[in-house]
C-alpha cells in the first residue's frame, strides 16, 4: 500500500456520494470491488439523474413545444426550466444555450455552420492535445471551404506552446480544448480568447472535460463557443450543449434542419426560427435534458470549487504514487499546477494495453489506447497510454489500488 | 371547467365581430407576423398622424388567419390603441405582455386594470403557455409595424 | 356516447399493455383521466424500457468500444446487441444499422453524406406530404449543390399522385415517407423504390411513422435508407437509426465526425473506419441502444401485425365516429385502406387551436397544428388540423372520449 | 486469477523473443494495418514461391508496434505459415479466427488443435472481446498482404 500527504481532501463527503451510485458497489473480475477511473471516457450517474429522467417519462412524457395540452405544457416546462438550469450553471442566458446530443455533435455544429463563412486564405487554428473530436471537424471544414489548417504545438512536457503566438490577421477561428483528456492541462483559454479577438477570429473552446470537473464561468472563459457532453458530467447520454454568444448564434445559419425549428415551409423555401431554436430540430430529448438539470444540480450542490480540490487532491496523490514507481512515465506535468484530474502514463516495457489487462484483473477500470488524442501522444513521443481519470465519487483508496495494480503488472511482466 | 376563464364572453364577442378588421390604406407601415406552430398568421398595418408633438395613432387595420384568442386579440388591441397617443398605446401593449407572464413570473407587479380595459379578459390565457403566442401575435405585429413607421418618419 | 362496430379488436391484450405504461393512469386538467392520443408526436415508454435504461446504468454503464476493462466489454456487448435486435427487427444486417439521435438526424446525415455526390442539372425528388424533416434537409442540399428539388404532389384526397411519375434520369434521389404523420397514408414505396431504381437513383424512405406502426422488412420495402426514431416506438429519446445498404452506407463519406469513427488521425489528415462506425463519432448512447432494444423486444413480443391491426381497428373507429358529427373533415382517405393510425380533421367554424383546448380540458390529448407538415396542409386547403394518433395502449373508450369532446366543442363555441 | 490463463508462457516467449521479425527483402506484397483503438500497427511482407502447382509461403516478414498479445500473435502465425502452401496456411488463419470467436460463438465446431498447434496458446484471449483485435491483426494482415501477392500473380 503507497500512503500519501494527501489522503485529508475534506472538501466531499465521499461515503455519502458513493452512496448515490450504485454501480460503484458492484463487483466485478474476481469478485473484486470496482475502482471506476474512467470518469474522463463517461462517468457514472447518482440515482438523483436517473429518478430525473424516469419521473420525466413516467409522470409528464411529452413532446415538447408541440402539444397544446397538459403534458406538452409540462414536457416544455421540464425542457426550457432545463435550459436555464445549464444557463445558470454557466452565467450565460437561455438563450445562449442550444442542446445538442453531446459535444461532438456541438462542435460539428459550429464547424458546418461556418461553411460559408471561411475560404481559401483563412486559417482555422487549432492546438496539437486536441481529442478527435475537437480536431477532424476543423478538418473537414477546412477541406469544405479551402481554407488552411493550423495548430499551437505542444512543449515537451505537454504544455501549449504559445509563443510565438501562430494567431493572425488570417485567422478566423481558434478551436481548443480547456483541459485536455490525457494530461489534464488546462490551457490558457481566457489569454488565447483575447488575442484571437484582436485578430478578429472567434473562439470554440472544449469544454468535454472542464465543464464537469472545475467552476466554469463563460464570462471568465473568454470563449465564443463552449461544446460540452451531459454524459461526462453525471447526466445521461443523448445530450450535449453549445453555448454560443448570443449575436454569434444568431449570426449563424442552421445545421440540421427539420420540425421545430421553422418559421415558414413552403415547396420552395424555408425560414427559421431564432437560436436557439434554429438548432434543435427534431422532438427535444426532454427526458435528457431534465436529467442533466439533475445532476447540474447535484455537482452545483456540492459546490463545484470543492469538485475540483477533490479531483486535485487525487490527482496530486496519483502522482505522488506513481511517480515513485520506477519505469513509469507520466505523460505531462507532474505537478497539480494548471491541470486537471487525468493522468496518463507509461510503464517501461509494458504495452499500455497489457498495462490496462493486469488493472482490470485487478477491479481497476482505467482506459488504455491514444483516448482519441492521437497527435498529442505522437507529440509526446509515446504510441499509447494507460490513463486513470478522477470524479466526484472516486477516493483516496482507489488511487493505491491503481499504484498496486501497476506494481503487480511489472512483477508479472517481469520488468 | 376552466374553458370559460378562457374564453370570457368578451374574448367570444371579439371574435365573432372583429373591430376595425381589413385592410385599410393610408397607412405608414405594414408588417406580416407569424405563429410558427400553428401556421397563424397576420397582416398588419398602421397609420400614425403628424400632430406636431408625439405621433398618434391614427388606425390599425388587419387580416389574420388563426384561433379565436388571436383573433380577438387583434380586435381588443385596435380597439385600445386606436386614437392613443404612441407612447401611450405602448404602454398598454407592455401591460399586456406582463399581464400574459403573470403565471410563469407571479412576483411581477400586478398587471394595471385601467390600463388594460378589455385586456383583462386575455388574463385565464396567461395560464395556458401554448396559448401565450396566439395572444401575444397582434401586439407584436402592431410594435413591430409601429416602430418602422416611427423609423420611417426620420428618414 | 359513440358506438360502433369496431370494438372487437382481439389482436392485443391492451388492458395489460396499459399497466406497463404507469403514465396512462394519471390525472390531467380537472382531474380527469388522460387519453394520450399523441403518439405520433412521442410514444409513451413502457417499464420494461425504462427498466432497460436503468439496469444498465446502474450494472453495466461505461464507454462502448473504449474500455480494455469489464465494464466497457459489458456496455459494448449491450450497444451492439442492440444493434443486432434493431437489424433482426427490419430484416437487414447488423452492418447496415447506424445509430443517430433521431430520424432528423438521419435523413440529415444522408442529405448532408451526398453533398459531393450531386450538382447542378441533378434532381432530387421529394413529395408534398413530406414531415419537414424530410423537406428541409433536401432544400438545404440542393442550395448547398446547385440540384434542383422536385415533389411528387398529393390528390385532393391525400393520396400521392404517381401519374405521370416525375422521376427522370436527372433524379439523383427520391424521399419519401412510407407514412404521413397527418393522413396516415402509406404512398407504394415498392413500387416509388422500382421506378427509382430503374432511374439510377436511391430511394430514403422515412420510416418515423411506420416502423413502431407495421410491420416494416427492408428488403421488402424496397428503398435504399430508412430514417426513424426511437422514442416515437415506445423507445427513449436520444436514439434513432438510420438503415442504409451496405454497400452505399460505404460509399457515402463521413457526416458528423470525431472520436472512435477514425482510422488513423494525423494533423494533417484522418482516414475512417468502414460503417457503421464511421457515421457515429463520440461515446455511444448505450444506455439508449438497451431502451430502443427493449422497446423492439416489446413490440416483437406484441406482434407487429397485431400492432397494426389494433391500430386499424382504432382508425375505424374513429373515422367513423368524426365523420357522423356534422362540419367534421376528415384529411385525407376516409377509409382505413391503405392508411395508418393518424387521424387529421378540421371542425368547420373552430380553430384546431380551440378544438386542442377543449380536448385538453376533457382530458383527451391530440395535436394542433400543422405537425411539421406544413405544404401537405397547404395542399389540401388547410391552415391547421387537429389530430389524433393511436398506438397499442389505446382503447376504443379513448376514441369515444375524443368524437365526444369534439361534439361539446362545437356545442361550447356554438357551431 | 485469470491473468494466467491469458498470457500463457508461450505467448510471453514469442513476445520476449519474436520469430521472423523484421522486414526483409525480397516480397511479393506489403501491406499496413492499424487498430484504430490504440494505434498497434503492423508492416507485413509476403514472398510466396511459385512451385508449378500452388504457390508456397516463402516468407513472412514484418515489423509492429503493439501489445504482448499482438506481438506474439505475429510470431506464432508466421512460424505457422512460412513453407505451407497457401490453401493450407489460410486453413490455420481460419482455425484462429475461429478459436477468437469460440466465446461469442460457442455453438460453434471448435478450433482444430492439431492445426493450430502453439496458437492454441491464444484460446484464453477469447474471453476479451476487446483484446481479440490485438491476436488477429497480425493474421489479417497475412492474409490481406498475401490475397495481394497471389492477385499479383495474375497480372
Ligand atoms: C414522418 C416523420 N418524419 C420525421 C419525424 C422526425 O422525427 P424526430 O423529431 O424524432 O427526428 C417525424 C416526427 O416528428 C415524423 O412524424
Ligand atoms: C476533450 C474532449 N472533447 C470531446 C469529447 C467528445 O465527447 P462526446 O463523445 O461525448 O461527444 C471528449 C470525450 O470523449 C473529450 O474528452
Known sequence: MTTTAHLNSASLDVDAIRADFPILSRAVRNGRPLAYLDSGATSQKPRQVLDAEREFYERHNSAAHRGTHLLGEEATEVYEGARERIAAFLGATPGEIVFTKNATEAINLVAYAMTGSVGPGDEILITEMEHHANLVPWQQLCQRTGATLRWFKVTPDGRLDTDPSPITERTKLVALTHQSNVTGVIPPVAEIARLAHEAGAVVLADGAQSVPHQPVDVATLGADFLAFSGHKMLGPYGIGVLYGKRALLESLPPFLTGGSMIEVVRMEETTFLPPPQRFEPGVPPVAQAAGLAAAAGYLSGLGMANVAAHEESLTAHALDALREIPGVRILGPDTTSGRGGSVAFEVHGIHPHDVGQVLDELGVAARTGHHCAWPLHRALGVQASTRATFYVYNTHAEVDALADAVRYAKKFFGV | ?155
Chains 1, 3 share one sequence.
Open chain 2, 1 to 155: 371547467m376552466q374553458l370559460e376563464s378562457m374564453y370570457q364572453e368578451i374574448i367570444l364577442d371579439h371574435y365573432r365581430n372583429p373591430h376595425h378588421k381589413g385592410l385599410r390604406e393610408p397607412f405608414d407601415a405594414e408588417v406580416h407576423h407569424v405563429n410558427p406552430v400553428c401556421g397563424d398568421e397576420v397582416t398588419l398595418r398602421v397609420a400614425l398622424k403628424d400632430t406636431g408633438g408625439e405621433p398618434v395613432v391614427e388606425d390599425v387595420s388587419y387580416d389574420s388567419l388563426g384561433c379565436s384568442i388571436s383573433q380577438a386579440s387583434a380586435s381588443v388591441m385596435s380597439d385600445l390603441v386606436i386614437g392613443k397617443p404612441v407612447s401611450e398605446a405602448m404602454t398598454v401593449g407592455d401591460a399586456f405582455v406582463s399581464l400574459m407572464r403573470s403565471n410563469a413570473a407571479p412576483d411581477a407587479a400586478p398587471p394595471d386594470e385601467d390600463v388594460l380595459e378589455d385586456a383583462m379578459a386575455f388574463a385565464g390565457v396567461a395560464k395556458y403557455p401554448a396559448r401565450i403566442k396566439c395572444a401575444l401575435l397582434a401586439w407584436m405585429a402592431w410594435k413591430d409595424a409601429t416602430a418602422r413607421a416611427m423609423e420611417g418618419d426620420h428618414d
